[in-house]
Each structure stands twice: as structure tokens, then as C-alpha cells.
């Protein structure tokens, strides 16, 4: 293989493709990435085993066509170093991966290509959905940081795509909280659910920088694909999904809510925001006390402070009430809503709060005890 | 400047020891060393007629035997301890409400405000004393300061069972002769740096540099000049709770099966679990301490989605860190360890401020809730060792 790349593509493609690899691994191939030069240009492939992706990179003039299979942090680290070249150039000898700038030669010592697990190929035969990366991606940032570190009883270490026709609904939750957020995708008629890991969806994130490309999402048993791009920048990520049950999260959107507000998002984060430097480890909450005018938001944390809040309400219908919510978890939700304003419906100080911005995004949060 | 405060320092005196030498009064009177047998034991507590001998806690116990052979050498009954622990706090909260208890045998006392009621600190100390003295008959030492430094600071004064007061009139000059062994979280090794670099005295440290203090010993030292003063600001909070709860052991000799690895891990997750529920507890994040044949400690933990109080949870937790450690550093063969530990932290309420229910109600945690809740209630009916799960472990026949 000898090619001569554009550097500062290459780089882009590399930090993609590291967020696939394994960052420690006992097969230290799962660590490495796969070059392939060839008529198509050069693509870069990467899996942990659970993950696959094969990202082409643009602008590659392929002198001879081959392939290598090198570390990941050391090929990225290499690349990125030669922040002086516009391009640079790569050649192979048997394992090893001759890099060369304009005044710098590095040789990485790589494995045998064949002990590369390779990458799922997108099955082109296979029915699925169409959807707009930028609305993907609006609906990944609205849903990911819900979801669980590790799985419980339920399989909430991912988020649960669920499409129905043109309907696609995305949720998560990490059993205190959930967030759902839903958009229109086009397509045959294959209706499904999986939960795909959050990892993947971090990566397939990053792949969506443009809004306007089209997305491809096919799902086979298990497994998932989702296709991104076209021709040279052509990405496509596989991955497995989680396996087990998603919790009845239907059950537990509240429909019986009997009081409700409207903020101004930015009002209401920046009180949140200065409720919460006042609580710790030990005493999370916050409490807001809402009545027909007024909002007062107070924190206690013993040995460091108190705080107390107000926000004016225009508009808030029902008796007043006292709720207690952990400030981090009102945080992570008014940070993913866009537009200007946002609809808070409540019940009692021990029913979930639900948390709405427009038909595209809604959140349930578990109150927590105030003392 | 803020009020005057006075406050108290309780230090019961060989706790565990002098628990031992009330319950058997053929031992008082005479040396004896509570702790561990076996060959890492260590002693936890020796009494006054042991310490005579140079035996002082945390010496292995071998050692310990060896300087002060006619010593009986005790096991210690750590529940046995806890009740009289809780019964000293129940006594000293007849005085203040604002009890806080460091360990199980030392508490602080906020008694400002008092005097009118009950008298200045040293007759509060002196009253405390007795009654501690007259409804257990165990020995205290009390020390009394215008803050939890100088109370504590005191209180070692008086050791053993007496009674001592740093006023706050002169006290930057009385405490300035004190070594700079007595300060706080100056250990030995700590105490030799400091003299190294020219502090021998409190009066030093009085005039040190802040800035020369945070470059040699870094920035937590900085505060230390306010202390070698007197100066301590820290407040007496009667509602502290425990930060962790934990439990390790040294093996008698290493443990290589890793069935038996996790079986320890779980016998500690059963105790954890158990303390936890009984102080209504949830922790959100565990660890596992691991010390290999080499003396290498290693400390890996996680966060939890889910707060976790049972015994299963918790278990579950603590194996899957170890074997996750042992993949990595063994490469999943078995490895012989010389220290197993397991600590449960970041605590909150179950029930009460602070708690937050789950969405969804869990089968599977609630089967555990069950079987920790028969448990827990044959334990109390029956004492510790009363039950203890199936599972693999040297107690179980073929």
C-alpha cells in the first residue's frame, strides 16, 4: 500500500475511527485500525468486537493499492504530530506502516491483516429507514445522556429506538429519570424495536456533523447498521444491540398532571443552575415551591450554605406545591431542549414531574424527599 | 469574630479493652490485648497494664505477645462494642443535642450555650465522666476547648481517665511548646518531614509561611498554622452521617481460589448490606480493595444507576469489580491475594430527605429485599453468625 493523504481529513476519519477500538484490549488487534487502500480511495476500518465502523476518507491519492492494520493511539498521535504538512504520505512494509511529513519518518510496527476481525457489511438487501442526520442527532443528544452506566434488570444501558411507519421514537432512562424524544423517518414498511448501545450512538453522533446527509438504518436479528454519507465519505457503523427487556416506560409517563407551567428556558436553567451550587453529595435536592406569581427554589448543604431563588410565573395553573428534584437531573434536560420555552406538569411532591418542550421531547424525573 | 464556643471532646479510654475487663472482672487489672490471632492479626485495642509493656494498637499481635507474654488475647466482638458505643452516645445526647460522633469511641459535643443549664465545660466534662463511669463503668477522658481542636487536643492531655481544659484566654502561647506530633494528621513519618524542614513545635508552625507550607507539605497544610494557634472553625453537626461503610480482612494465608475470592467479597457485602439497611442507608457507588502477595493495593470502584442496599446488589457489584481488576492484571487466571475489601459510599437516605424512588418497581431487587429482610431479622433474634448464605466457601461439605 502506498498512498499520499490530506492530512487534516485523515485526522478527522482517525478520531472517529478511535472512538470504535477498544482503549484496552487483551487482542490488541481490537485496539488497532485497518487501512485499505484500493479503487474506492482509502477507508478506515475499526471494531471492539461489539462495534464495527468503516469510514472512507476523502481527498487520498492511492499510488498502490493494500491494506495495514496498526494501533489506533499511536497512528492518530503520529498524524496529529505533523501539524507543519498539508499532506503526507503512507506505505507499507509487510506489517509495518512507513509515515512520512515533510521532515519527519516514523515507523509503526503493525499485525498481520488477517488477524482483523473485519467489520459487519452493510446488507444493501435489506428493509429499513431513512432519516436526516441533523434530526438524528437531535434526537440521540435528547435521549443518550439518560441512559444507564451499566444495565440493571432492564436493558437500559441503551437507548430504545422504536419506529412505527413514519413515526421514530427514541428513549432512555436510567431508572430515576426518562427522557423520550420523537421524530419522522421515511421508508418501507418495517416497523422494530432495538436498544442500541450508548457507546455506538456517541460514535454515530460524531458522524452526523452534516446535518443535511442522509442516514440509513437497517436491522437484522441483533445486530443494527446505520449508513451515513455517500460515495468517498461513506460511513457505516455496525453494531450489536443490547440484548434484554426495556422497562414499561409507558407506564410511567404521567397522564394525570394537575398543575402546569411555562418558563422561559433560560430563566429557569440559570435558577436551577445557582440552586444546585448550593447542594452536595448528601443533600442533592432542590426544592421548589411554586404558587400562582412565584417560583422559589431553595438548597441547603450543611457545613457550606443555603440558597434561595425566585422566578416569576405568568403562567402556572393548579394549587401551589412543594417538590424536591435533583438539580443535575433538571440540568441535563433544559440543556438538550431548543426554542425559547418549556412546559413543567406536576401532580404531588411523590409523583414523577414531566418535564415538555412541543410534541418532540418529554422527560419524567422521580422527585426527591425534602427534609 | 464568631461567639465563644465551648466544646467537648469524649475519648473513651482502651475502649474495646475496658469493654472486656468490665464483662470479665478476672481481667482487670491485668494486661490484655484485643485483635485478631493468627498470623496478620493486629491489635485493636490493648489495655493500660498492656500498653505498660509497649504494646500499642495496630501492632501485629505476634509482636504484641511477644512483649507482653501473660496478656490474655481477646477477639474482638465488634457488636458487643457497638451497644455500648450507642449507649455512651445515648448519655451524652442528654447533654447537648449537638452530638457527633467521630468513631465508636470518641465524640464531639457542642455544649455552648449550656452553662446557665448545667454548668461551665470542665463541670459538664466532670458530670459526663461520672455518669458514663456510674452506668457502664467504663473509663473516659474528657477534654475541653473553645473548639474540636483544642477539645481533642485536650482530651489526649487526660488520658487515661481524666479530665482536661485548654482555655482560649493565652492560648496561641500555651499551645506554642506543643511537639508537631501533636498536630492534627501529623502522623510519625508526617512528624519527621515537619522537623526535617524546621518545624519541631507548634510555636513554628504559628509563624510559618503559608505559602513556604503549601510548597513543602501542599495546600491542606496551609490550615495548619491556624491550628498550631488554636484556631479551628469547624463546626460540631449533630446529624453527620457515616460517609462509607466497610469491610476488609487480611488472610491468614493468600487466597488464590477465585470461588473463595468471591465468596469473601460476598461475606462482606452481607455485612455491609446489613449495616446499611439498619441505618436505612443507600450507597451509590462500591469498591473493592485488593492487595496482592507483594504488597501491591489496588482500589476499584463504580458508580451505581441504582442505590444499593442489598446484600445481592452490592455482592454483585464488588465480584464483577474484582473479576473486571483480575482480567486486567492477571489476565483472568487466578491470582493469590493477600486482601480482600469491600466499601459501600456515597450514602443517602432510603427513606426521608435526600431519597428518590425508582420509575420502575424491580422483581428481582425486591426478591433480594426479601431474603435480606428474613435475614436481617434471624440475626437479630439469634446473633451474627446465625445465618449466612449458601455459595461456595470453606464452611460448605461436598
Same mark, same amino acid.
Given at each position: 500500500?502506498?498512498? $499520499?493523504?490530506?492530512?487534516?481529513?485523515? $485526522? =478527522?476519519?482517525?478520531?472517529?475511527?478511535?472512538?470504535?477500538?477498544?482503549?484496552?484490549?487483551?487482542?490488541?488487534?481490537?485496539?488497532?485500525?485497518?487501512?485499505?487502500?484500493?479503487?474506492?480511495?482509502?477507508?478506515?476500518?475499526?471494531?471492539?468486537?461489539?462495534?464495527?465502523?468503516?469510514?472512507?476518507?476523502?481527498?487520498?491519492?492511492?499510488? /498502490?493499492?493494500?491494506?495495514?492494520?496498526?494501533?489506533?493511539?499511536?497512528?492518530?498521535?503520529?498524524?496529529?504530530?505533523?501539524?507543519?504538512?498539508?499532506?503526507?504520505?503512507?506505505?507499507?512494509?509487510?506489517?509495518?506502516?512507513?509515515?512520512?511529513?515533510?521532515?519527519?519518518?516514523?515507523?509503526?510496527?503493525?499485525?498481520?491483516?488477517?488477524?482483523?476481525?473485519?467489520?459487519?457489511?452493510?446488507?444493501?438487501?435489506?428493509?429499513?429507514?431513512?432519516?436526516?442526520?441533523?434530526?438524528?442527532?437531535?434526537?440521540?443528544?435528547?435521549?443518550?445522556?439518560?441512559?444507564?452506566?451499566?444495565?440493571?434488570?432492564?436493558?437500559?444501558?441503551? $437507548?430504545l429506538i422504536e419506529r412505527t411507519g413514519k413515526k421514530l421514537r427514541m428513549v432512555a432512562t436510567d431508572g430515576r429519570r426518562l427522557a423520550m424524544a420523537r421524530g419522522e423517518c421515511r421508508g418501507d414498511e418495517s416497523d422494530f424495536n432495538a436498544i442500541v448501545p450508548g457507546k455506538t450512538l456517541t460514535v454515530l453522533?460524531?458522524?452526523?456533523? =452534516?446535518?443535511?446527509?442522509?442516514?440509513?438504518?437497517?436491522?437484522?436479528?441483533?445486530?443494527?447498521?446505520?449508513?451515513?454519507?455517500?460515495?468517498?465519505?461513506?460511513?457505516?457503523?455496525?453494531?450489536?444491540?443490547?440484548?434484554?427487556?426495556?422497562?414499561?416506560?409507558?407506564?410511567?409517563?404521567?397522564?394525570?398532571?394537575?398543575?402546569?407551567?411555562?418558563? =422561559?428556558?433560560? /430563566?429557569?436553567?440559570?435558577?436551577?443552575?445557582?440552586?444546585?451550587?448550593?447542594?452536595? /453529595?448528601?443533600?442533592?435536592?432542590?426544592?421548589?415551591?411554586?404558587?400562582?406569581?412565584?417560583?422559589?427554589?431553595?438548597?441547603?448543604?450543611?457545613e457550606m450554605g443555603e440558597a434561595e431563588i425566585h422566578v416569576e410565573l405568568e403562567k402556572y395553573e393548579g394549587e401551589p406545591l412543594e417538590i424536591g428534584f435533583n438539580p443535575a437531573q433538571l440540568t441535563d434536560a433544559l440543556k438538550v431542549i431548543d426554542g425559547t420555552e418549556v412546559i413543567m406538569e406536576l401532580k404531588s411532591p411523590n409523583k414523577p414531574g414531566v418535564i415538555r418542550s412541543g410534541n418532540e421531547f418529554t422527560y419524567v424525573v422521580m422527585p426527591m424527599t425534602l427534609g | 469574630?464568631?461567639?465563644?464556643?465551648?466544646?467537648?471532646?469524649?475519648?473513651?479510654?482502651?475502649?474495646?479493652?475496658?469493654?472486656?475487663?468490665?464483662?470479665?472482672?478476672?481481667?482487670?487489672?491485668?494486661?490484655?490485648?484485643?485483635?485478631?490471632?493468627?498470623?496478620?492479626?493486629?491489635?485493636?485495642?490493648?489495655?493500660?497494664?498492656?500498653?505498660?509493656?509497649?504494646?500499642?494498637?495496630? *501492632?501485629?499481635?505476634? *509482636?504484641?505477645l511477644r512483649r507482653c507474654p501473660d496478656a490474655t488475647q481477646i477477639k474482638p466482638r465488634m457488636q458487643r462494642y457497638q451497644e455500648c458505643s450507642r449507649e455512651i452516645l445515648a448519655i451524652l445526647e442528654e447533654f447537648s443535642p449537638l452530638v457527633e460522633p467521630v468513631s465508636i469511641d470518641e465524640a464531639f459535643l457542642d455544649v455552648t450555650g449550656c452553662e446557665r443549664l448545667l454548668g461551665d465545660g470542665p463541670t459538664i466534662a466532670r458530670a459526663i465522666r461520672r455518669k458514663v463511669k456510674d452506668a457502664l463503668d467504663l473509663p473516659c477522658s474528657v477534654g475541653v476547648g473553645p473548639n474540636k481542636f483544642c477539645a481533642k487536643l485536650a482530651s489526649e492531655m487526660a488520658k487515661p481517665d481524666g479530665l482536661a481544659v485548654l482555655n482560649a484566654n493565652g492560648l496561641a502561647e500555651t499551645l506554642a511548646e506543643f511537639p508537631i506530633e501533636r498536630m492534627w494528621g501529623v502522623g510519625p513519618a508526617g512528624a519527621l518531614k515537619f522537623r526535617a524542614a524546621g518545624y519541631r513545635t507548634f510555636?513554628?508552625?504559628?509563624?510559618?509561611?503559608?505559602?513556604?507550607?503549601?510548597?513543602?507539605?501542599?495546600?491542606?497544610?496551609?490550615?495548619?498554622?491556624?491550628?498550631?494557634?488554636?484556631?479551628?472553625?469547624?463546626?460540631?453537626?449533630?446529624?453527620?452521617?457515616?460517609?462509607?461503610?466497610?469491610?476488609?480482612?487480611?488472610?491468614?494465608?493468600?487466597?488464590?481460589?477465585?470461588?473463595?475470592?468471591?465468596?469473601?467479597?460476598?461475606?462482606?457485602?452481607?455485612?455491609?448490606?446489613?449495616?446499611?439497611?439498619?441505618?436505612?442507608? *443507600?450507597?451509590?457507588?462500591i469498591s473493592v480493595k485488593i492487595r496482592t502477595p507483594e504488597y501491591r493495593t489496588f482500589s476499584r470502584s463504580r458508580r451505581l444507576d441504582e442505590g444499593a442496599d442489598t446484600t445481592g446488589a452490592i455482592g454483585d457489584v464488588a465480584c464483577g469489580l474484582l473479576e473486571e481488576f483480575l482480567r486486567g492484571f492477571s489476565r483472568g487466571r487466578p491470582q493469590p491475594l493477600r486482601l480482600l475489601g469491600v466499601t459501600a459510599s456515597a450514602l443517602t437516605p432510603k427513606e426521608g430527605p435526600g431519597a428518590q424512588r425508582p420509575l420502575f418497581e424491580d422483581p428481582a431487587r425486591e426478591r433480594d429485599r426479601r431474603i435480606d429482610r428474613a435475614a436481617d431479622s434471624v440475626r437479630n433474634r439469634f446473633g451474627k453468625g446465625a445465618v449466612r448464605r449458601g455459595g461456595p466457601g470453606p464452611s460448605r461439605g461436598g
Open positions: 500500500m502506498k498512498i $499520499v493523504c490530506d492530512r487534516s481529513a485523515l $485526522v =478527522d476519519c482517525l478520531a472517529l475511527a478511535r472512538g470504535v477500538v477498544a482503549s484496552r484490549s487483551p487482542t490488541p488487534v481490537l485496539t488497532c485500525l485497518r487501512l485499505h487502500a484500493g479503487d474506492a480511495g482509502l477507508s478506515i476500518a475499526a471494531t471492539d468486537g461489539e462495534a464495527g465502523l468503516e469510514i472512507g476518507v476523502g481527498s487520498v491519492e492511492v499510488k /498502490e493499492p493494500g491494506e495495514c492494520l496498526v494501533p489506533a493511539d499511536k497512528l492518530e498521535q503520529v498524524i496529529r504530530s505533523l501539524d507543519g504538512d498539508d499532506t503526507v504520505s503512507l506505505e507499507t512494509e509487510r506489517t509495518m506502516l512507513h509515515v512520512r511529513g515533510a521532515d519527519s519518518h516514523f515507523k509503526i510496527f503493525g499485525y498481520e491483516v488477517r488477524d482483523f476481525p473485519g467489520v459487519r457489511a452493510y446488507p444493501t438487501d435489506l428493509p429499513g429507514f431513512s432519516i436526516e442526520a441533523g434530526s438524528l442527532r437531535k434526537m440521540i443528544s435528547r435521549t443518550l445522556f439518560a441512559t444507564a452506566v451499566e444495565n440493571s434488570r432492564y436493558a437500559i444501558s441503551g $437507548v453522533s460524531r458522524l452526523l456533523a =452534516d446535518p443535511e446527509a442522509e442516514v440509513k438504518v437497517v436491522r437484522q436479528g441483533s445486530l443494527i447498521w446505520f449508513r451515513v454519507g455517500e460515495g468517498s465519505d461513506l460511513a457505516c457503523l455496525s453494531s450489536s444491540l443490547v440484548e434484554g427487556v426495556f422497562p414499561p416506560f409507558e407506564d410511567v409517563i404521567p397522564k394525570d398532571h394537575d398543575k402546569r407551567v411555562t418558563f =422561559d428556558i433560560g /430563566e429557569l436553567s440559570s435558577a436551577v443552575r445557582k440552586a444546585a451550587l448550593l447542594t452536595n /453529595e448528601e443533600s442533592r435536592g432542590v426544592r421548589m415551591a411554586f404558587s400562582t406569581s412565584k417560583l422559589t427554589l431553595s438548597s441547603r448543604a450543611p | 469574630m464568631s461567639v465563644p464556643r465551648t466544646i467537648l471532646h469524649v475519648d473513651m479510654d482502651a475502649f474495646y479493652a475496658s469493654v472486656e475487663q468490665r464483662d470479665r472482672p478476672e481481667l482487670r487489672g491485668k494486661p490484655v490485648i484485643v485483635g485478631g490471632s493468627g498470623g496478620r492479626g493486629v491489635v485493636a485495642s490493648a489495655s493500660y497494664e498492656a500498653r505498660a509493656k509497649g504494646v500499642s494498637s495496630a *501492632m501485629p499481635t505476634v *509482636m504484641a510555636a513554628d508552625l504559628q509563624r510559618a509561611d503559608e505559602r513556604d507550607l503549601a510548597k513543602r507539605f501542599g495546600e491542606g497544610s496551609v490550615r495548619l498554622k491556624a491550628l498550631a494557634a488554636g484556631l479551628d472553625e469547624r463546626v460540631v453537626t449533630a446529624d453527620r452521617e457515616a460517609k462509607s461503610v466497610g469491610q476488609e480482612r487480611t488472610f491468614a494465608s493468600d487466597l488464590e481460589d477465585p470461588e473463595l475470592q468471591q465468596a469473601e467479597l460476598r461475606r462482606y457485602a452481607e455485612q455491609i448490606g446489613e449495616r446499611l439497611r439498619r441505618h436505612g442507608r *443507600m450507597a451509590w457507588e
